[in-house]
């Protein structure tokens, strides 16, 4: 079956600080990796995605690269804010063939970020 | 604007209640999940349903139940067999391969 791995949390860093959120996957068929924010109180938001192997997804200063070779879908960002302090989610979705609907999507444990100033 | 509702935002349910959590969504989406959220914590898939009048278990069904009878609704009730609904709920929708979108969520409180 398929399923995603993320490292362990909570993640304490300074503003300014160098972000790395490691995810890695198992997956039959092509997935499509996305990353997932989710702040206090509300659902998730999309941040990035990328739907096939060396694409690179970014938004809001944040980027991940589908490795197909490794498996990996790590998330990164230069500089991080206080703004950024949030749970995040690395997911997976495979469209497979001969499939009209959606298919089942699967999570990570999910990571929390907290930025102090 | 396209988006997918749940209602209500806060929901109290007293012991041996059934509740009704409500999900819509106009996205045309054939795809459509529960999830329960519990205290930082990840996700647990409920229910799921690719398709209308269908539907299959997630991984903590017991205790829930669902209905699919149109392509825009999935709604999830909390049955009294549910002995710990206490929880954040979430319904997301997605298309073939595509990412999913997510409600605001449901915040249910056994009184």
């Known amino acids: 079956g398929n399923s995603v791995t993320q490292m362990e949390g909570p993640v304490t860093l300074s503003e300014e600080a160098f972000l790395t959120i490691n995810c890695t996957y198992t997956?039959?068929?092509?997935?499509?990796l996305f990353w997932y924010v989710q702040y206090p109180g509300e659902g998730l938001q999309l941040l990035l995605k990328?739907?096939?192997?060396?694409d690179k997804g970014s938004n809001k200063g944040f980027e991940a690269t589908y490795r197909k070779e490794t498996t990996s879908f790590h998330l990164e960002k230069g500089s991080v804010q206080v703004s950024d302090s949030a749970v995040y989610f690395c997911?997976?979705?495979?469209?497979?063939?001969?499939?009209?609907?959606?298919?089942?999507?699967?999570f990570g444990e999910g990571t929390q970020l907290t930025v102090n100033p | 604007d396209g988006g997918i509702t749940q209602s209500p935002k806060y929901l109290f349910r007293k012991e041996g209640q059934n509740v009704t959590l409500s999900c819509e969504q106009n996205?045309?989406?054939?795809?459509m999940y529960w999830y329960r959220q519990d205290p930082g914590q990840g996700l647990r898939l409920i229910y799921y349903?690719?398709?209308?009048?269908?539907?299959q278990k997630g991984d903590i069904a017991e205790g829930y139940s669902v209905s699919r009878e149109k392509k825009e609704s999935f709604p999830l009730t909390v049955t009294s067999a549910q002995k710990n609904p206490t929880a954040f709920y979430l319904c997301?929708?997605?298309?073939?391969?595509?990412?999913?979108?997510f409600g605001q969520g449901t915040r249910l409180t056994v009184v």
């Open positions: 997911a997976l979705n495979v469209g497979l063939p001969g499939e009209t609907s959606g298919s089942r999507l699967t």
């Open positions: 997956a039959t068929g092509y997935p499509s």
């Open positions: 990328a739907t096939k192997a060396d």
């Open positions: 996205l045309n989406h054939d795809a």
């Open positions: 997301a929708s997605n298309g073939r391969g595509t990412e999913a979108f």
């Open positions: 349903s690719q398709i209308v009048n269908d539907f």
